[in-house]
T-cell receptor
């Protein structure tokens, strides 16, 4: 069965630290990849997405993610985090021609001021 | 602009009681609609999706059902709730015919079954 793994359930960082959240998926075909974020008290919203083309995609608020097909990975990065990045981050994958998004369990990120 | 509404925001129901959660979308026509359940530490699980009025696809067998009586209305129901139905339920929509697409989420309903 297809699955998405987010390796860290909780991450605590200090402001200005660099961030990398891991995401791996298990599907051998063409995939479309997403990172969603849920800030405290807000709706789940799209952070960035990859469908095709340049495997390094840039999203909102200085986030970026790199699709490495050989590693089945789509890790999320930010060079310098801020307190306002405190949120829960979800990686999701949809195999091509399929409406179903397969979600990772999420990573709760806490930034200490 | 498009907006998505869900109600109620929170709900506490006894085991065996019926359930009706409502989701409506404004500002778009014939959206794709989705119901998800989010369990703590387990991500989101797709329950139902709909590409049009009266067209419902179920992803997992369960105690729940969904209906789409109007173009922009999506309802999640149960005749008799189970304890295991407790969770956070999210409705989402996406642009019709645009695949792969971005899904836009509502605020969610926190359901507690006692």
């Amino acid at each position: 069965a297809q699955s998405v793994s987010q390796h860290n359930h909780h991450v605590i960082l200090s402001e200005a630290a660099s961030l990398e959240l891991g995401c791996n998926y298990s599907y051998g075909g063409t995939v479309n990849l997403f990172w969603y974020v849920q800030y405290p008290g807000q709706h789940l919203q799209l952070l960035l997405k990859y469908f095709s083309g340049d495997p390094l995609v840039k999203g909102i608020k200085g986030f970026e993610a790199e699709f490495i097909k050989s590693k089945f990975s789509f890790n999320l990065r930010k060079p310098s985090v801020q307190w306002s990045d405190t949120a829960e981050y979800f990686c999701a994958v949809t195999p091509d021609s399929n409406y179903q998004l397969i979600w990772g369990a999420g990573t709760k990120l806490i930034i200490k001021p | 602009s498009q907006t998505i509404h869900q109600w109620p925001a929170t709900l506490v129901q006894p085991v065996g009681s019926p359930l009706s959660l409502e989701c409506t979308v404004e500002g778009t026509s014939n959206p794709n609609l989705y119901w998800y359940r989010q369990a703590a530490g387990r991500g989101l699980q797709l329950l139902f999706y709909s590409v049009g009025i009266g067209q419902i696809s179920s992803e997992v067998p369960q105690n729940l059902s969904a209906s789409r009586p109007q173009d922009r209305q999506f309802i999640l129901s149960s005749k008799k709730l189970l304890l295991s139905d407790s969770g956070f339920y999210l409705c989402a929509w996406s642009v019709p015919g645009a695949f792969p697409d971005t899904q836009y989420f509502g605020p969610g309903t926190r359901l507690t079954v006692l």
